[in-house]
């Protein structure tokens, strides 16, 4: 069955032009979650949906961030006038549903897709 | 204290070993408990749950301890193929219905032939 999927797997850019980066959840998951990833470093969260709806926004790094869903399926990340220091891994993550509380439940899991490698020059 | 918090590593294991490493979480509130296992340059994938009781899952052991806020992972009888960065993940505890997860920043393990 098809996974979580993200495009485009690589993107070079030059500094101060916007990307926008899309992900595509698995089918019947309400939330999916937006994470990037520096080489040799850890996840670092950046916004979640439920739904179409955006309860967590925090870790959004700076205004020139921004994130949408449509659907309650696909949804992209766009960032604006890239700086160098937005060059990592960005990884989408979906899951059944909220990945909170309820310990064990099956709708904890998320499941991740490739990501998308940025590259600011 | 970090809300997740592991040792970095990396941890280098000779293969047959058994090696164990914790993670400490800030919230006591928290409920979800999981390993999450991130081969380089590749996405996370869940390894295993942790349950209240602990539970094991082939040479996986997963413990979690509520009185000192840890939850811990131990691999028996390492292979090669276990070389990875293990993943601490822990929900935030704010016990609603949009509480989410935290990823810890996680653990190298190498083991050595």
């Known amino acids: 069955g098809a996974g979580v999927s993200q495009s485009p797997s690589n993107k070079v850019t030059e500094k101060g032009k916007d990307v926008e980066l899309r992900c595509d959840p698995i089918?019947?998951?309400?939330?999916l979650y937006w994470y990037r990833q520096s080489l040799g470093q850890g996840l670092e969260f950046l916004i979640y949906f439920q739904g179409n709806s955006a309860p967590d926004k925090s870790g959004l790094p700076s205004d020139r961030f921004s994130a949408e869903r449509t659907g309650g399926s696909v949804s992209t990340l766009t960032i604006q006038r890239t700086q160098q220091e937005d060059s990592a891994v960005y990884l989408c993550?979906?899951?059944?549903?909220?990945?909170?509380?309820?310990?064990?439940?099956?709708?904890?899991?998320?499941?991740f897709g490739p990501g998308t490698r940025l590259t600011v020059l | 204290r970090k809300e997740v918090e592991q040792d970095p590593g990396p941890f280098n294991v000779p293969e047959g070993a058994t090696v164990a490493f914790n993670c400490t979480y800030s919230?006591?509130?928290?409920?979800?408990f999981f390993w999450y296992r991130q081969d380089c340059r590749k996405e996370p994938k869940l390894l295993m749950s942790?349950?209240?009781s602990g539970n094991e899952d082939g040479r996986f052991t997963a413990q979690l301890n509520r009185a000192s806020q840890y939850i811990s992972l131990l691999i028996r009888d390492s292979k090669l193929s276990d070389s990875a960065t293990y993943l601490c993940v822990v929900n935030k505890g704010e016990g609603n219905r949009d509480d989410k997860i935290i990823f810890g920043k996680g653990t190298r393990l190498h083991i050595l032939p």
């Open positions: 089918s019947g998951h309400t939330a």
């Open positions: 942790v349950y209240s």
């Open positions: 919230n006591s509130a928290s409920q979800s």
């Open positions: 993550a979906s899951s059944l549903g909220p990945s909170g509380h309820l310990a064990g439940n099956p709708y904890n899991e998320q499941f």
